[in-house]
């Protein structure tokens, strides 16, 4: 039996985690949501007190990372995601979490990993590629609401500013920056409920493996 890996890939508050998250429920995959990585490496970084633009310090944490601790609810929180990124561009950062990213996504029957370089670094093999995307006044909405639910008083202007400048680190940076791999399909949710979207991205899906 081959293992069957899924890539998906996109930029922040695409929905890429939610639709990732429910494509793996219904396939029967293991799921990883490899931004979780990033953001324990940052978490753990500022809980230390290093600088995130300190390459030795942050690799070091990144190799003796323990994904066990990455049900840590307070990883999602706003905030930890823009502190990832900026880890997220160290090269030997990215070459540390590499190997645990891998032998993830060859767990039988098949796994289902979001991130950014799905497609294109870790799993660049994968069967099946969706790179999410929608416009950044869909994805500034969508986490202005992440951060009203988590009982801040977001401003919209600022939410725009946030998503265009993690748009422009995630796909500007030198190592393995986001970007669409030339075999992935592209999911554009702007115009999209999560429903419309999972079930575009099931059409795909089985429309690459063949059931
Ligand atoms: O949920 P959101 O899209 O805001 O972020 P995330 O997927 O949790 O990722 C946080 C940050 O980690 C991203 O902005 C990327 O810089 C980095 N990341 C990455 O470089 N490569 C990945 N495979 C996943 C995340």
């Known amino acids: 039996m081959t293992v069957m890996i899924i890539a998906i890939d996109g930029p922040a508050a695409s929905g890429k985690g939610t639709l990732a998250r429910r494509l793996a429920a219904y396939f029967g995959y293991h799921y990883l949501d490899t931004g979780l990585l990033y953001r324990a490496v940052a978490r753990d970084c500022l809980e230390l007190g290093h600088d995130l633009n300190d390459t030795r310090a ?3 944490l990144a190799c003796s990372l ?3 601790r990455l049900d840590d609810a307070g990883l999602r929180a706003p905030g930890i995601g823009e502190a990832a990124s900026i880890v997220a561009k ?3 950062v990215r070459a540390a979490l590499l190997e645990y990213q891998r032998s993830f996504a060859n767990r039988l029957p098949g796994a289902i990993l979001d991130g950014r370089d799905i497609g294109t670094v870790v799993c660049p093999d994968a069967d099946a590629k969706i790179f999410v995307t929608a416009s950044v006044e869909e994805r ?3 986490r202005f609401r992440e951060y009203e639910a988590a009982g801040e008083s977001p401003d919209m202007e600022k939410m725009l ?4 400048a993690r748009d422009a680190r ?4 030198g190592a393995a920056p986001m970007r669409r791999a030339e075999d992935a399909d592209l999911l554009d ?6 429903e419309t979207a999972f ?13």
């Open 66 to 68: 323990d994904p066990v």
């Open 170 to 173: 995630d796909a500007g940076r």
């Open 161 to 164: 500013e946030l998503i265009r």
């Open 90 to 92: 160290i090269p030997e």
């Open 140 to 142: 500034a909405k969508r």
């Open 199 to 211: 079930d575009a991205a099931v059409g795909l899906i089985k429309r690459k493996i063949g059931q």
């Open 58 to 60: 942050v690799t070091t």
């Open 189 to 194: 949710t702007t115009e999209m409920d999560i």
